[in-house]
């Protein structure tokens, strides 16, 4: 027990990954934080969730308490000193994005006495981006962590990961992925089920459970998805339109708190930070609202999975047990080759949304595809 590391209450939170916890507890109790991080993992691994958490021990007075004004901030993507980056363009990063971060790691922190940079999707970092990366991650300031994370790192720059120390993610069991958002939300399996379904991994599953917004957005989807088959083009427009709508819905919270933290954060900040928060507050509130429309997806995604399943007449049991009505009823008039088709149609606007394709846009074309898919070709008025 001795040899056991203490925990920061932030790293608790990755209780699905031991291993991670366990080895980034032990960095951050003895000092010994490496300047680059590579985590490497399957999507629903909680990657993401992990990142913040280490850079709340980085940041945070009190060595990652989880609770305080700092580690509030990183949890809500609005610290000033943590920066999260996503792919900007189709193919990947784009050199601007890169330059831009390489002109802020050169900056001192505005409220931490460190500064961490967090890379979704580091497997897209290609070409001229990459290379302008590099130099960075080789000669880093004393006071800069880099957090990348990609699936594998045969698919990273190899002279990047050789830079970085890796650090694998496991795939979650969905036993213990169940149990933790039971425990988490205060939940039967049901429903542990459906966010797991809806969210991906088991902290967002839980915030998804503990968000009404989110919550109406995947009841929306449902409903939309249930009516197809009376719809004409006209409605299923008008729908996917009232799905963009519901869906920005929880934004509206998010908008608030920004504005709250912006006055607090006027007595004490420069012109120049404050314009930097306001644009990191607006790369929030895009990174939110992709997020959910990915949501969305995937609850339309798993209702034509349950759909698949009622259609191919097997025992499993579907995912959507609250809306079985729904399910029975799309099946009744759709095929196993329609429901496949429909599910195609939920991956192509995924891929669509990730290529910078307005959300509603395509929203629209999915639900005209599903309808089309599950024999309920389109009415015109």
Same mark, same amino acid.
């Given at each position: 027990?001795?040899?056991?590391?203490?925990?920061?209450?932030?790293?608790?939170?990755?209780?699905?990954?031991?291993?991670?916890?366990?080895?980034?507890?032990?960095?951050?109790?003895?000092?010994?934080?490496?300047?680059?991080?590579?985590?490497?993992?399957?999507?629903?691994?909680?990657?993401?969730?992990?990142?913040?958490?280490?850079?709340?021990?980085?940041?945070?007075?009190?060595?990652?308490?989880?609770?305080?004004?700092?580690?509030?901030?990183?949890?809500?993507?609005?610290?000033?000193?943590?920066?999260?980056?996503?792919?900007?363009?189709?193919?990947? &990063?784009?050199?601007? @994005?890169?330059?831009?971060?390489?002109?802020?790691?050169?900056?001192?922190?505005?409220?931490?006495?460190?500064?961490?940079?967090?890379?979704?999707?580091?497997?897209?970092?290609?070409?001229?981006?990459?290379?302008?990366?590099?130099?960075?991650?080789?000669?880093?300031?004393?006071?800069?962590?880099?957090?990348?994370?990609?699936?594998?790192?045969?698919?990273?720059?190899?002279?990047?990961?050789?830079?970085?120390? @890796?650090?694998?993610?496991?795939?979650?069991?969905?036993?213990?992925?169940?149990?933790?958002?039971?425990?988490?939300?205060?939940?039967?399996?049901?429903?542990?089920?459906?966010?797991?379904?809806?969210?991906?991994?088991?902290?967002?599953?839980?915030?998804?459970?503990?968000?009404?917004?989110?919550?109406?957005?995947?009841?929306?989807?449902?409903?939309?998805?249930?009516?197809?088959?009376?719809?004409?083009?006209?409605?299923?427009?008008?729908?996917?339109?009232?799905?963009?709508?519901?869906?920005? @819905?929880?934004?509206?919270?998010?908008?608030?708190?920004?504005?709250?933290?912006?006055?607090?954060?006027?007595?004490?900040?420069?012109?120049?930070?404050?314009?930097?928060?306001?644009?990191?507050?607006?790369?929030?509130?895009?990174?939110?609202?992709?997020?959910?429309?990915?949501?969305?997806?995937?609850?339309?995604?798993?209702?034509?999975?349950?759909?698949?399943?009622?259609?191919?007449?097997?025992?499993?049991?579907?995912?959507?047990?609250?809306?079985?009505?729904?399910?029975?009823?799309?099946?009744?008039?759709?095929?196993?080759?329609?429901?496949?088709?429909?599910?195609?149609?939920?991956?192509?606007?995924?891929?669509?949304?990730?290529?910078?394709?307005?959300?509603?846009?395509?929203?629209?074309?999915?639900?005209?595809?599903?309808?089309?898919?599950?024999?309920?070709?389109?009415? &015109?008025?």
């Amino acid at each position: 027990m001795a040899n056991v590391p203490i925990t920061p209450d932030s790293l608790k939170r990755i209780s699905h990954q031991p291993r991670v916890r366990d080895f980034l507890s032990a960095a951050v109790m003895e000092g010994r934080l490496s300047h680059a991080y590579l985590f490497l993992g399957a999507p629903g691994s909680g990657m993401l969730e992990a990142a913040d958490a280490l850079a709340q021990c980085v940041v945070c007075p009190n060595g990652g308490d989880g609770s305080c004004d700092e580690c509030i901030r990183v949890s809500h993507h609005t610290h000033p000193d943590v920066h999260h980056l996503a792919p900007a363009g189709v193919a990947g &990063y784009l050199v601007d @994005q890169v330059r831009e971060l390489v002109e802020d790691v050169a900056m001192a922190p505005i409220r931490a006495s460190s500064k961490v940079y967090i890379l979704d999707g580091a497997d897209r970092l290609r070409g001229r981006a990459a290379n302008a990366l590099l130099k960075t991650i080789e000669e880093p300031p004393a006071n800069v962590m880099f957090v990348l994370i990609a699936r594998s790192a045969d698919a990273v720059l190899s002279t990047i990961v050789s830079r970085c120390q @890796q650090v694998p993610f496991r795939v979650v069991p969905t036993e213990v992925a169940l149990e933790s958002v039971g425990r988490k939300a205060g939940v039967g399996a049901n429903e542990a089920r459906i966010a797991l379904a809806v969210a991906g991994t088991p902290e967002r599953a839980a915030e998804f459970l503990a968000s009404p917004g989110r919550r109406n957005a995947r009841r929306c989807m449902v409903r939309t998805l249930g009516e197809l088959e009376h719809d004409d083009a006209w409605d299923v427009l008008v729908s996917a339109r009232e799905l963009c709508e519901v869906i920005r @819905q929880p934004l509206e919270e998010v908008k608030a708190r920004q504005d709250r933290t912006s006055s607090e954060d006027e007595e004490f900040l420069s012109a120049k930070a404050l314009r930097q928060i306001e644009e990191m507050h607006k790369r929030e509130l895009t990174a939110r609202e992709r997020s959910g429309i990915m949501e969305a997806l995937a609850a339309a995604e798993s209702l034509l999975r349950d759909v698949l399943v009622s259609c191919e007449g097997t025992m499993e049991p579907i995912v959507n047990t609250d809306v079985a009505d729904v399910v029975q009823r799309i099946s009744a008039s759709a095929s196993t080759r329609g429901a496949l088709s429909a599910l195609d149609a939920c991956h192509r606007a995924a891929r669509d949304i990730a290529q910078n394709v307005t959300p509603q846009l395509a929203l629209e074309v999915m639900l005209l595809s599903i309808k089309e898919a599950l024999a309920c070709p389109p009415l &015109y008025r």
